[in-house]
């Protein structure tokens, strides 16, 4: 999708300066770097059902965490003891805006698939580029953040029936999820890095946060089958997906 492109400027220190939690820029270099980040769909023969699914996005409104917001990586729960995940990402975007920052190529088939029974997967650096497992050294941060959708053999549909191309449709949309959840860590990193690495990842003592609530997020959606499934991808396309969902049931789980 050509037309889904975004140009982002982004300040990070340049390469040859140490990468050191709380650098100076008073003391080290600084390069404004720009990036013109754009989606591609390289899925043959099925383009247009891949571009259907994000042109029919009906709830096009995400909320992300606020890049100054030291407390956005909190657990939050209601009265009942109920956990609330992203209660505190109250910053509204556009889906169809920002896509393209939270996930470049959306692409056909994988070398390396994470298991045998998988149809599809959402991969990213992220743990490299925003929220390390090493905290002892600031990121290269969101401009040189790459994520990616691949879609496997068997997820493609194996005839032109209404109910193989539903299915098609769902595995599509449960992985673009994934991508929002993404997004709601990477566009705040976007719109002011320094912020965001200083008070939300706490210059990187909170980054074990940030993977344990994308990881469970993750897990909560990959629940195959069932309704947090459904009521997630809902979320995004409320009129469309129990069809989708109908459709895919009998089809093994997506990743």
């Keep these: ?105 959306i692409l056909y088939g994988c070398e390396d698939k994470p298991s045998d029974k998988c149809l599809a997967f959402y991969r990213c650096n992220g743990w490299q580029t925003l929220f390390p497992y090493d905290n002892r050294v600031t990121p290269l941060g969101p401009s040189a953040f790459i994520a990616e959708i691949h879609l496997l053999q068997e997820s493609l549909p194996s005839s032109n029936s209404s109910k193989a191309r539903g299915a098609f449709c769902f595995v599509v949309a449960h992985e673009l999820v994934h991508a929002f959840d993404m997004m709601r860590f990477v566009v705040p990193a976007f719109q002011n890095w320094r912020t965001f690495w200083k008070r939300v990842l706490g210059e990187g003592s909170k980054c074990d946060l940030a993977q344990g609530m994308f990881h469970d997020k993750s897990l909560f959606l990959d629940t195959y089958g069932s309704g947090h499934e459904l009521a997630l991808i809902e979320e995004f396309w409320p009129s469309q997906a129990k069809q989708w969902f109908k459709a895919m049931r009998g089809y093994l789980p997506t990743v």
């Design 1 to 105: 999708m050509s037309k889904m492109t975004k140009r982002i400027w982004h300040k990070a220190p340049a390469r040859s300066a140490p990468l050191i939690t709380g650098w100076d820029s008073t003391k080290f270099p600084v390069k404004r770097r720009q990036r013109t980040f754009g989606l591609t769909i390289e899925v043959p023969i099925f383009y247009r059902l891949v571009e259907h699914v994000i042109s029919s996005i009906e709830n096009d409104t995400l909320y992300v965490f606020r890049p100054d917001d030291e407390d956005a990586l909190s657990d939050t729960y209601d009265q009942d003891g109920i956990m609330h995940v992203n209660k505190r990402a109250d910053v509204p975007i556009s889906i169809r805006e920002w896509l393209c920052v939270g996930c470049q190529r």
